[in-house]
């Protein structure tokens, strides 16, 4: 896999996570990259984007105010840190590269996905 999520598991609701996803081309750190989840049954969302350079980013509205995501890209990692989680945040959490966001993010890479489990 070219970018490796990490940092899933079980949390209580009201609790924190931070996810981590690592790329293994340097070439990444020149990319847009960002978040998206799918919950069982449901259809992938996008979750948060982070430009090339760090300084633009946009989250949905589900998350605004509880997710924030973040870059290194001396460590082509990408971060999101999830505060106030609740049950309807479960979902097997992605990470994506590349590609324009454009009113909605549409990359060109993913991840191979990490599980959130949120518990009421």
């Known amino acids: 896999q070219v970018q490796q999520e990490s940092g899933g598991g079980l949390v209580q609701a009201g609790g924190s996570l931070k996810l981590t996803c690592t790329a293994s081309?340097?070439?990444?750190?020149?990319?847009?990259r960002g978040w998206f989840r799918q919950a069982p049954g449901k259809e992938r969302e996008f979750v948060a984007f982070?430009?090339?350079?760090?300084?633009?980013?946009y989250y949905a509205d589900s998350v605004k105010g509880r997710f924030t995501i973040s870059r290194d890209n001396a460590k082509n990692t990408v971060y999101l840190e999830m505060d106030n989680l609740n049950p309807e945040d479960t979902a097997t959490y992605y990470c994506?590269?590349?590609?324009?966001?454009?009113?909605?993010?549409?990359?060109?890479?993913w991840g191979q996905g990490t599980q959130v489990t949120v518990s009421s």
């Open positions: 081309r340097s070439a990444f750190s020149d990319l847009n």
């Open positions: 994506a590269a590349g590609g324009v966001y454009s009113q909605t993010y549409s990359p060109l890479y």
């Open positions: 982070i430009n090339s350079n760090g300084r633009n980013t």
